[in-house]
């Protein structure tokens, strides 16, 4: 039973570039939510996938955007990188959109220099 | 807005021995979800235990357990016998139930837990 799985697990970008992080879902989950969680700190929560549309979304600038495909997979994209931005990136899936609990990846760690 | 307050940064149990970790909230909802989520050097968030706020009886997971004060908004992790594989980050979190319309989680900044041999 295949879990959350998120590429690359590291990452180093210059500010100003743009990244994407890509996620794919536990078997079976058809919904996926992307999280930052900055170091020290717990994971506060960008936006949610569900039928390939942003259900939900946090308190993140519009340089942070996503995208579902139709087999429930998952890209995250942040353009115009800050060096505020350096944080390990969290996919977490579910089984529709109100179902708990979250399952997560192992997350994809981001440096911006 | 919820909250989810954690107030120990960092806490130390000897090996075989109980520890509790500690969480606030706070909500204005009469629904909602806790959970408590363990993150070891591997980066993955584990789920260890939840808690439905109707449910009065407070949940266990083997020996894990957790001490559920709806009133009192507060929802603290013990954990029993522990073993050297419990020392992680955990973190507590809170999620509406589904009346609200929102699913997001909201994390607490987490507490290190060192187990001593």
């Known amino acids: 039973d295949a879990g959350v799985t998120q590429s690359p697990t590291h990452l180093i970008k210059t500010r100003g570039q743009q990244v994407t992080l890509r996620c794919s879902p536990k078997s079976g989950h058809d919904t996926v939510s992307w999280y930052q969680q900055a170091l020290g700190q717990g994971p506060q929560f960008i936006f949610q996938y569900y039928e390939e549309e942003e259900r939900q979304r946090g308190n993140f600038p519009d340089r942070f955007s996503g995208h579902q495909f139709p087999n429930y997979s998952s890209e995250l994209n942040v353009n115009a990188l800050l060096l505020g931005d350096s944080a390990l990136y969290l996919c977490?899936?579910?089984?529709?959109?109100?179902?708990?609990?979250?399952?997560f990846g192992n997350g994809t760690r981001l440096t911006v220099t | 807005a919820q909250t989810v307050t954690q107030s120990q940064p960092e806490m130390s149990v000897q090996e075989a021995e109980t520890v509790t970790l500690s969480c606030t909230y706070d909500?204005?909802?009469?629904?909602?979800?806790l959970f408590w989520y363990k993150q070891p050097p591997s980066r993955q968030m584990i789920l260890v235990i939840r808690?439905?706020?109707?449910?009065?009886q407070n949940a266990t997971e083997n020996r894990f357990s957790v001490n559920f004060q709806k009133a009192a908004k507060s929802f603290s992790l013990k954990i029993s016998d522990s073993q050297l594989g419990d020392a992680a980050m955990y973190f507590c979190?809170?999620?509406?139930?589904?009346?609200?319309?929102?699913?997001?989680?909201?994390f607490g900044t987490g507490t290190r837990l060192k187990v001593l041999a």
């Open positions: 977490a899936s579910s089984l529709g959109v109100s179902r708990s609990p979250l399952h």
């Open positions: 909500t204005s909802e009469s629904d909602y979800y």
């Open positions: 979190a809170y999620r509406s139930g589904t009346t609200s319309g929102t699913y997001k989680y909201i």
């Open positions: 808690q439905e706020a109707y449910k009065q």
